[in-house]
């Protein structure tokens, strides 16, 4: 199968981590599932992605000591392969899997992902576990000298027809429960090797081999970022979506950080292939994390972060708990004519000082010129029109006109806010 298809324009939908950490529940997932179905299906939000740590049944009882507890109580089968923890997903009993709820969600019309940690648990390597299909145990194609910096979960996989067999077993499994969008993490970078002796690059063509064997077309997403530009084939060739950014969160100074990193990336979107630049930190976030807030982010910071991640194309998943969703954070979220630019831009490239930005998008038939204020203060923004531009200008937000003068266009932008203007073309 052609991996390109799988995902033709960005991914859009919601991703259980920034809001519930590693404690989500399918009670939780079904009411954020039933809420994209009811309201923002029709928006092109499709994706329902459980994240971190779905197998741990004591996932989030020790916060305040440790994110991801050492030695925990993993739910596993006899090949190695982690199982939803039946204390938080009950339908997954008796060795069913996700799949009853995989079912639950297609049946509203929407697509089911999960989490996954590069790599073989260690309890299996640690209690020479059957792999299916070879005669190796988890502690034979285990590379313990491979390990996450931040996650105790998981060793490395050997590169070898072994450890194949191993990935092609677990991407099957997943294919059978129903999955259709993977988010593999401490694959797309990692802090703790030196690029060239990171065994992350094999495991994600591992990785790529077994989906395309599986018989379904998953999405395969790389995390956690930077991901590094230089190895741009790497990643078109074997994912879908891959994080140019560590973790994002609601802070002004890693938002304005993330328009130096689409500037990096902007030459390498194309259909199936689309840099990440994380969840949307939107509406109310933290309850797994031990505290619970609203997002910090201003509403004029919050609609640069969403045309941003628009204008240079990056998938879009929520972050947030959508039944608390308010009518603005809403609003925002589904907004049509600054969503289209998924879809329907091409060839965007950006213009950027550290206190301002611009970037144009070329649709098939109109361009948008998105005028970026990076400064602490209100301040008056211009740029060159297209010489085919036609028409006054119609602001995306719902803001006043711009004013045009000699092919210019300028408009005043509020301090970390954005104006978005939509042009015809002519010819």
């Known amino acids: 199968m052609n991996k390109d298809f799988f995902a033709p324009t960005p991914p859009m939908g919601w991703n259980s981590y920034d809001y519930y950490d590693t404690t989500v529940t399918e009670e939780d997932v079904r009411a954020n599932a039933d809420y994209m179905a009811k309201n923002l299906k029709k928006f092109g939000y499709e994706y329902v992605v459980v994240d971190i740590e779905w197998y741990a049944n004591a996932a ?30 009950p339908s997954s009993e008796n060795g069913k899997g996700f799949k009853p ?3 639950y969600i ?62 092609d077993s677990i991407i099957q499994m997943y294919a ?15 802090w703790m090797y030196p690029v060239e002796r990171f065994s992350g690059w094999e495991e994600t063509r591992m990785l790529r081999r077994a989906i395309d064997k599986c018989g379904r077309p998953i999405v395969l997403s790389l995390s956690p970022g930077p991901a590094h530009v230089e190895n741009a084939y790497h990643y078109t060739e074997n994912a879908n979506m891959w994080r140019i950014t560590d973790d994002f969160w609601d802070n002004w100074e890693l938002l304005k950080n993330m328009f130096w990193r689409c500037e990096q990336w902007q030459d390498h979107t194309r259909a199936g292939c689309w840099p990440d630049c994380d969840m949307l930190p939107i509406g109310r976030l933290g309850k797994g994390h031990g505290h619970e807030w609203t997002s910090n982010f201003t509403e004029d910071e919050l609609k640069t972060m969403m045309t941003l991640w628009c204008v240079c194309r990056s998938p879009l998943m929520i972050g947030t708990d959508l039944p608390q969703l308010n009518e603005r954070d809403f609003g925002l979220l589904t907004n049509l004519q600054i969503l289209a630019m998924l879809s329907d831009g091409r060839a965007s490239q950006q213009r950027r000082s550290n206190t301002e930005a611009v970037w144009l998008s070329k649709g098939c038939d109109c361009v948008r010129i998105a005028l970026f204020n990076l400064s602490n203060e209100d301040t008056e923004i211009s740029a060159d029109l297209p010489s085919n531009a036609i028409g006054e200008g119609i602001e ?3 803001a006043d006109s711009c004013k045009i003068s000699e092919n210019k266009i300028t408009a005043t932008v509020p301090k970390h806010g954005v104006r978005v203007y939509k042009f015809g073309m002519s010819g």
Not at 176 to 190: A, N, Q, R
């Open 396 to 398: 995306l937000w719902g």
């Open 60 to 89: 989030g009882t020790k916060r305040a000591t440790y994110q991801y507890i050492p030695f925990e109580d993993f739910e596993i089968d006899e090949f190695s392969r982690l199982q939803p923890s039946h204390l938080r997903f």
């Open 176 to 190: 059978d429960w129903g999955v259709d969008f993977i988010k593999c993490d401490d694959i797309c970078d990692s």
């Open 101 to 103: 709820l995989a079912d």
């Open 106 to 167: 297609h049946g509203l019309g929407l697509k089911f992902g999960i989490h996954i940690m590069r790599g073989i648990p260690r309890m299996a390597a640690h209690r020479h576990m059957k792999v299916l299909g070879t005669t190796a145990t988890a502690a034979d194609i285990a590379d313990a000298g491979s390990i996450c910096g931040w996650n105790p979960d998981m060793y490395g996989v050997k590169h070898n027809a072994d450890g194949q067999a191993y990935y």
